[in-house]
């Protein structure tokens, strides 16, 4: 049982722009699991290789992991340490490092929201990618973080201890995924034993003279959110699109593709996305299916009722032939005009209101990734180039190159980091890249994201994903969700240096290689990265 823990999770409705992309590279490192069995792969999405965890009784004495960072145009090292487990909760201990001669700026560099607001370490997460889950640092009565190193504004050059306090997971996991801001690490040990001292080895002395640094206590915290991690896809070039959780499924298909101008007669060339939106729905438990068509504004309200009415029954007599009534019941309605996806402003929004949805919930049963079919959109929006040679971009008097030499599988999961080098000399010239992500949500326009990377979308032939999110909390009418990726791209990058961006995403079915993308949107310069191995 978790102590506080604190659940969201209902879908959102889905809203598909075009396709675009991301993805990643990283260094292994190993460690053990407390049982003392073989030791587990380890992997940091950018960072230095570290030496196995010890199986025995002091392994967590040991760092699980290490990452190299940039920060305030300096690098760090974070070394992360097994999870240590105390009841119903667990704590994380990092030790950030650096060989630079003055104190380092960390800025929002682990700043991230947590419910009510950003927290320092925020943006610090723990990952279940099996039961799709993501946990945030616990906060207490007062809504501060719990922990040491809570004021996590710069480093010295002593390092820096720091501490948080996450809800535990079932006593079964051994270990789970830590998200760092430029790094993700599949395994860290989960282990039994005595919380870590607050402070560094090497400042304890000097610590015990001044005001002693407070340790980690599990008992103060209030609430530790553990929330469901959603996904958004668009398969067959956004035909298919699947928003969904571990509760819950939204497959909107498009009407255009579906049907011809007001007709409800499904084309012959509608089969593939009916089979795909099968096989999605087939990945869950029985239940009830809600087919509801949907119309643009174009004509009058009664035909617009008609015609979506006249669409789902089309759907559902075609699911009805791939799906088992008795286990997935269908339920038709239409919505005609009245809820549209989008304002019908423009022929593009007109052409996304026109849809059948189809909604089930239940859980997941079987996991499906997502089917590489299709060829690759064109794009003239901006600069292409491979993976590993990059695309450049001009921005202000920078000079950026973004390369992606390779994406990781992680389960049914893609790890991918972003490399974003400032190819000239300037230093302490302002913060940046922030061209890299605008302020964009698949969800539409009542949905408030940070300036994040949920415009960077991978694509394999025709289909895409988006990177993992879940919902923080609502504010009146407008929801507040966040990627689990970086959650501020605004960051400080000298001449000659490079920083690593990372995110989390659904995986394709089978594919060798992806493209990453970003796409306009406010705030953003698109770029594409192509034939981009998986490994």
Known sequence: MRGNQVVSGAVGVALVVLVMGLAVPLAACTASHPDGAASASVSPSSGT????????????????????LVAGGAELQAAVYPLTRSDDHVVLTMDLTTDATEDVTLS????????DGPVEGGGIRLVDLTAKEVYLPGLDAQGDPVGAGERLFSLDTGGLRVQRVYAAPGASVTSL????????LDEVPVLDGEIPAPTLPAAAEEEAEAEPAQAADPAQVAEAPVLPLESFTAELDGAVQVLESTEEVTVNLGGDVLFDSSSAELRSDAQKAIDAAARRIEDRAPG?????????????????????????????????????PAEY???????????????NTSDQNRQLNRRVALTLVSEVTTTTEVAAEGELPPFDDGPTGTGAEGAVIESGIRTWRFTVPEARRVGDSLVLDLHV????????????????????????DDVTVPKNMLGLTVLSGASAVYPYDYKIRDEGDTEVWNPLGELDTLRQVDGGETVTFTAVYPG?????????????N???EPFRLTDIPVR
């Open 522 to 524: 406010l705030g953003a």
């Open 108 to 115: 929002r560099l682990f700043s991230g929201e947590v419910t």
């Open 177 to 184: 995924g830590v998200l760092l801001p430029g790094g993700y």
């Open 329 to 343: 019941p269908l339920e038709t309605s239409g919505k005609g005009e009245s809820e549209p996806l989008v304002a």
């Open 421 to 444: 080098t400032a190819e000239d000399d300037e230093v302490d010239s302002g913060f940046g890249p922030g061209n890299l992500a605008g302020y964009w949500s698949y969800r539409g």
């Open 508 to 520: 394709f079915e089978d594919a060798e290689t992806i493209t990453v993308q970003l796409n306009h």
């Open 288 to 324: 009830t299916v809600a087919v509801v068509g949907h119309t643009d504004d174009v004509g009058d309200d009664a035909s617009n009722k008609k015609l979506s009415e006249q669409r789902a029954d089309a759907v559902a007599g075609a699911l009805a032939e791939r799906l088992d």
């Open 49 to 68: 290789e570290s030496e196995p965890a010890s199986s025995e009784p002091d392994a967590a004495a040991s760092p699980a992991a290490t990452l190299d």
